[in-house]
């Protein structure tokens, strides 16, 4: 088949993986979504493609609990951090060469399933968490920057904030859209995000939906522990492959 027929398949394929891994862990769905587009497109670009359908997607999920007015008084410095990390983050994205970007990637998504797969437990306590804020939002910007990866370490420091279920969620959709927004913003000022761009980006929003719904549905019908311990091993593999392309 022809490459022009074969790339709108892709797309619409890795929409599907990623919107399902996010309906069934509640997260996934950028990291997915880059390391697949890594492999066909600069990441610069795969970036770009993921800021609508991620913003839908986190959007949805950080007001489908109650008010989050009081989750933004408390998280504003990481936040603010993460916006400042991302747009400086983003300038590695757009101009350091695509196999060395893709490289960058790779090694995010191994250090973030490597990380998840022990996930040692552990809390910050309320003073730490004061000085500890600001400094991972930083990281988390630069690295989102950098990669398109918004996880590492925002996840596993928002999980020691000894929240319960639905604020780690929302804590999490509020995260993840800060980091959206920041990166459509970076690349923007960059040059890298075109007008255009934005019907393609668009267009992936369908089956983004469409994979959270089948992923909601799956979630029912299988274990979550089992199906992320498979999308982890899947992330390191794939980060495996993105980050062995310079060396050979």
């Known amino acids: 088949m022809h490459d022009s ?4 398949l892709f797309l619409v394929g890795t929409f599907l993986v990623a919107g399902m891994v996010k309906g069934v862990t509640g997260m996934g769905l950028p990291t ?12 610069a670009s ?13 959007v949805w999920q ?38 060395w970007s893709g490289f960058g990637l790779g090694v995010a998504l191994m250090v973030y399933a490597g990380y998840a797969l022990i996930a040692p437990a552990f809390s910050v306590s309320t003073f730490l968490e004061r000085w500890l804020s600001p400094a991972i939002g930083l990281i988390t910007g ?10 590492m370490p925002a996840v596993p420091y928002l999980a020691s904030l000894n929240m319960n279920r639905e604020e780690f969620v929302q804590a999490l959709g ?8 920041a990166l459509a913003f970076g690349l923007f000022a960059y040059d890298a995000f075109q007008v255009s761009q934005l019907g393609t980006s668009a267009l992936a929003i369908i089956p983004a939906l469409i994979g959270m719904w089948a992923g909601q549905y799956v979630r029912m019908r299988i274990s979550p522990k089992r199906f992320r311990q498979c999308f982890l091993l899947f ?3 794939l980060g495996l492959e993105l980050a062995s392309r310079p060396l050979l």
Do not use: E, H, K
């Open 5 to 8: 027929m074969m790339y709108p």
């Open 142 to 151: 630069v690295v989102t920057g950098a990669t398109g990866v918004f996880v």
């Open 32 to 43: 997915v979504a880059m390391g697949l587009l890594g492999m066909a497109i600069p990441p």
């Open 62 to 99: 950080l007001f489908s609990g109650p008010p989050v007015t009081q989750l933004v008084r408390r998280l504003w410095p990481m936040l603010l951090c993460i916006c400042l990390g991302t747009i400086a983050g983003s300038a590695l994205l757009v101009r350091v060469d695509p196999l």
């Open 46 to 58: 795969a970036a770009a493609l993921l800021v609508l359908p991620s913003l839908v997607t986190n």
């Open 235 to 237: 992330l390191i593999l």
């Open 174 to 181: 509020l995260s993840f859209t800060t980091s959206t927004l």
